[in-house]
């Protein structure tokens, strides 16, 4: 019996009818001519789209200050242009085969329907799994951009409400069948934003029949390319029962925290048709989880003030021998935080404040002065975003950029100051890549800690201090400072390794290899992330550079596709 290769149908209007579903691959050389057509028409389709200005700001679009306009990848990336045809039948005996192991963890890959068609992993999410549960009674979202003929089809027939919490203009309606039988039971909550700030936070929290709540902290806004193209990250809490009791203030952290988090919008139907509904659940399953959010009131501490309380008593914690290491990963990174001196934030003061160097309100040392301080106390900085070789050469090429923005040949001394003075920026081991997803870069936001023997090399499993999952990127709108607040709704989970160890590995190694010699101890947390342990700095050999989403590159990717910018 032949083969059958699969080949999913593109949305765009240029490219319909140009595939067939299923193709047997004796045909193939008919559907590379077809294939070639394709890429024709979204070619064409690129050529018409205007980068530079937007009237909806994207998801990921850095919300600067000193920002006069904002990137366009609304209508770029939010399109349903032709999915990456896989030209060869996978061997699935091969060396990066998917082998279940026994180990668990709350953090999931977002199964990508163009990447991962032929994986099975316990390790994967998906949103029909999400919104498809059976018992599912009621859902509320929290996201950027909504398209509802993706999102809506994700739901069983019976669910009894939706609610969607959202920025004004950030809804694209509704038009397949599937998601129209469904809008009886849609509720919008909408409100509007100031300029060059977003409602970017990323959360589900559901009901089910039984009165039991998950939440669920996606890292894409619910949309079919952000789900499928980069890659994807959702944190999964457990099943949470209906509280015997009612809502104390104080016997749950977490659900303080999230409270306090709804009230900053001061929205009556917020009040009524949310807050009411998470006083009804037992938080005591997350007592190890810490809430963590950014919001615009100025009447409570968020952001970057909020987690320098919690997180505290870093330089305390030095001792000889020992090096201190905070990684960021990040989709963007915003302007220096100050025109005058480049100062970037998670350099000039993130690290600083969280280790203790400076207070929340001291004024931010000098590069000089903190290189030195960073060197004494043995500091190591690592910043992982794409390199433009990265995005080039993964499988879906250019089609993955458009989420990732850092426009820094408007500050090359920023850039210079991360690059060469700190050797800040680190990609993932092409070495180590799986073979389905390989370089594609990760629309995800993490923040860590680790400590290590000095000169210790970092491996493929690594200790963590803390770790903070969150959709906030590396920017002053998101974060705010010590001293000024986020402009930006944003939420996020921290963890922290006391009682219970807190342990990182690659969902490259227990998701595409063989990690059944990886034993995780009773009672540890395990944090998994979508590079590859360890990354490794950028190669001046190799003439590695940051991706800049507004340059002009004259390249064409691994599929012969121009960048779409020129």
Known sequence: MPQIVSVPSSQESQVKGCLKTNVVLGEIGRLEMEISECRRAVAERWSKVEYRQTQIKSDTAECNDDSAVSTDVEGYSDERVLKKVKREVIDLTASDEEIETPISSDFKLVRSEVLDSNVASSHFISFDQIFGD??????????????????????HGKVEEIILVAQTGTIRPSSAPAAIALTDRLSIIEFNMPQFTCHHSKMVINFYDDGSCRIFMPSNNFTYAEANYPQQVCWCS???????????????????????????????????????????????????????????????????????????????????????????QSSTIGAAVSKKTHANLFTHVFIPILHGIISPKSKLLSTEALLNEFKVRHIVPHLVYPTVEEIRTSPLGWLCSGWFHFNYNRDMAHYNMLSKQFSVFRKQDSRRVSQNRRTTPSHSKFYMKFTTELEAELGTSMGLDWCLYTSSNLSRTAWGTGTARPRNYEVGVLLKAGARELICRSFTDVTYRDSSNFKLKPNSQLVLVPFTLPVIPYDAKQADEAFCMSKDYDLNDIDGMPYPHN
Do not use: M, W
């Open 134 to 155: 059976k018992t599912l009674k009621k859902s509320i979202l929290f996201s950027y951009q909504y398209e509802l003929d993706f999102l809506l089809a994700r739901f």
């Open 238 to 328: 457990p099943r949470l029962e209906r509280a015997r009791d009612a809502y104390v203030r104080g016997f749950s952290a977490f659900q303080d925290s999230l409270l306090d988090y709804l009230g900053t919008y001061k929205l009556r139907k917020i009040s009524e048709r949310v807050v009411s509904s998470i006083k009804t659940v037992d938080f005591s399953p997350l007592q190890d989880v810490t809430f963590v959010f950014s919001s615009p009131s100025n009447e409570i501490a968020s952001g970057l003030q909020s987690l320098a309380k919690i997180i505290s008593g870093g330089a305390r914690d030095e001792a000889g021998g020992r090096a201190y290491h905070y990684l960021c």
